[in-house]
């Protein structure tokens, strides 16, 4: 049973670039949520996808988009990437809302971005 | 503003004694909170959970307590192992289920 994937591992980018990110959410979860963990802080919510919509926004600025797929995988892109998006990305799947109320979050192992 | 603080960024313990690890938040309308466990180049590890409804849950070695008076919960682990070595965050849910994290407590179990 494969858990979260996410691709790539590690990308480079330079300011000004976009990039685009994917994640593979756990067999049979449905929801998706991506997170930004900078380096020595906790991962911060950035937004949420269920039924192929953002249901849930973090404080995070509109060059952050994302979208969902009907087989459930997800894209985060981000727009004119400035050195302060370098940083950890990770994607968490789950049912949607939890399911009965205690299904934990499931995360992937990240795509570290760094940006020249 | 921090809803979720976790005031200690290291704690350091001999293996076999018991390892707490604590968490304070602000905000009265999480649902659920939980630990995770996170391994340098890997995704956090789901530890443990606990309902705002409850004051305990255990689970093995792991043992979390919330205190909702004074809006604080804490991990304890027993005995504490080398391999529980890694960087633990509290998270708190919201009905969402969007998760709010700490800054995390990376924990050192010296054999």
């Known amino acids: 049973d494969a858990g979260v994937t996410q691709s790539p591992t590690h990308l480079i980018k330079t300011r000004g670039q976009q990039v685009t990110l994917r994640c593979s959410p756990k067999s049979g979860h449905d929801t998706v949520s991506w997170y930004q963990q900078a380096l020595g802080q906790g991962p911060q919510f950035i937004f949420q996808y269920y039924e192929e919509e953002e249901r849930q926004r973090g404080n995070f600025p509109d060059r952050f988009s994302g979208h969902q797929f009907p087989n459930y995988s997800s894209e985060l892109n981000v727009n004119a990437l400035l050195l302060g998006d370098s940083a950890l990305y990770l994607c968490a799947s789950s049912l949607w809302l939890g399911g009965d109320g205690n299904q934990p979050q499931h995360f992937g192992d990240g795509t570290r971005l760094s940006i020249l | 503003d921090q809803q979720v603080k976790q005031n200690s960024p290291s704690l350091s313990v001999q293996e076999g004694r018991i390892s707490i690890l604590n968490c304070d938040y602000t905000?009265?309308?999480?649902?659920?909170f939980l630990w995770y466990k996170k391994y340098p180049a890997e995704g956090p590890t789901f530890l443990i959970s606990?309902?705002?409804?409850?004051d305990k849950n255990e689970d093995g070695r792991f043992t979390v307590f919330l205190n909702k008076s004074a809006k604080h919960l804490s991990l304890h682990i027993v005995p504490s192992q080398p391999g529980d070595s890694a960087v633990y965050f509290c998270a708190a849910r919201n009905a969402g289920n969007m998760l709010t994290f700490g800054g995390g407590t990376r924990l050192m179990v010296k054999p």
């Open positions: 905000n009265s309308m999480f649902d659920y």
């Open positions: 606990i309902s705002s409804i409850k």
